[in-house]
């Protein structure tokens, strides 16, 4: 007997996006069709830890991933209890209009990642990342860096 786990929403490709006059931004069309039709169109949006972007998650792989972190989690440690509300500070929930596409987020998350008009929305297979587009351009790695990381990466399997 095969129990098969639902399919995961997967983003790809990069598109260029403006915020508008009211502070929103449209959902790029490939980015939107790629979520299951009749599904929960809800994302969640939070700054990524690493880097100067923020990470969209649609709201089952959100319940997902924080499910996977809280089961790591002791909250009788205080040590994880403050990394665990620090984890789930300044998160905002968006849904898409349905007729553009347009989602707001708020004005905190867009200055935590420098945007001021111009992004990118990025696929990133289980999220999307938005980046101010001056720092998307900036956050390539050289070819060189890329092929150490690969090589340091191929010498755990």
């Known amino acids: ?22 502070g929103r ?7 939107k069709r790629a979520v299951p039709a009749g599904g929960d169109t809800r994302f969640v949006v939070k700054k990524d830890l690493f880097a100067d ?3 969209m998650y649609t709201f089952e792989e959100w319940q997902r991933r924080s499910e996977e972190v809280k089961s790591r989690l002791n909250f009788f440690n205080e040590e994880h209890s403050r990394f665990w509300r620090e984890f789930t500070r300044n998160r905002d929930v968006v849904e898409p209009d349905p007729k553009f596409g347009r989602i707001t987020i708020s004005r905190k998350l867009l200055d935590a990642i420098g945007v001021t008009r111009d992004v990118v929305f990025s696929g990133s297979d289980y999220k999307i990342e938005i980046w101010a587009r001056e720092t998307f351009e900036a956050s390539s790695l050289s070819e060189d860096e890329f092929l150490s990381i690969a090589g340091k990466l191929s010498e755990r399997g």
């Open 25 to 31: 931004l449209v959902l790029p069309a490939p980015l």
């Open 1 to 22: 007997m095969f129990i098969f786990a639902p399919a995961m929403t997967t983003f790809i490709g990069e598109y260029p996006s403006k915020l508008d006059d009211k």
């Open 53 to 55: 972007c923020l990470e």
